[in-house]
Nanobody, 115 residues
Framework: QVQLVESGGGLVQPGGSLRLSCAAS????????MNWFRQAPGKSRELVASITSGGTPNDADSVKGRFTISSANAQNPVYLQMHSLKPEDTAVYYC?????????WGQGTQVTVSS
C-alpha cells in the first residue's frame, strides 16, 4: 500500500516562507496529477495548487503569486513553496495524488501563520 508523507509544516510569522514536501513510499501507477489541499478549522477542504503529470501547474486565486507547486516528474516528490504567508493561510495541508483507479492522500501537515 503506497502512502504519501508530507513534511515541512510549522509555525511561521506573517510574511514568512515555508516549503512543503510530499513523498510517496512506493511507485504510483499512471499518475494523472498531484495536488495540495488545505483545511482550516471549521472550513471545508479546498484545493490550493495542482500540477499535471506533464508538469503544468495551476494555483487557486487565493494563493496565486505567493505559492508555487513543483515536481521533477510524476514519481518524484511534489513540493509547495509558500511565500508571503498570511494568517488566513493557517490550515492543515494535504498532499493528493491521482493514480490509476485510485486517489492517494497524505496525513496532512500543520501550517500556522502567527506573530
Amino acid at each position: 500500500q503506497v502512502q504519501l508523507v508530507e513534511s515541512g509544516g510549522g509555525l511561521v510569522q506573517p510574511g514568512g516562507s515555508l516549503r512543503l514536501s510530499c513523498a510517496a513510499s512506493g511507485s504510483i501507477f499512471r499518475v494523472t496529477g498531484m495536488n495540495w489541499f488545505r483545511q482550516a478549522p471549521g472550513k471545508s477542504r479546498e484545493l490550493v495548487a495542482s500540477i499535471t503529470s506533464g508538469g503544468t501547474p495551476n494555483d487557486a486565486d487565493s494563493v496565486k503569486g505567493r505559492f508555487t507547486i513543483s515536481s521533477a516528474n510524476a514519481q518524484n516528490p511534489v513540493y509547495l513553496q509558500m511565500h508571503s504567508l498570511k494568517p488566513e493561510d493557517t490550515a492543515v495541508y494535504y498532499c493528493n495524488v491521482g493514480g490509476y483507479l485510485k486517489v492517494y492522500w497524505g496525513q496532512g501537515t500543520q501550517v500556522t501563520v502567527s506573530s
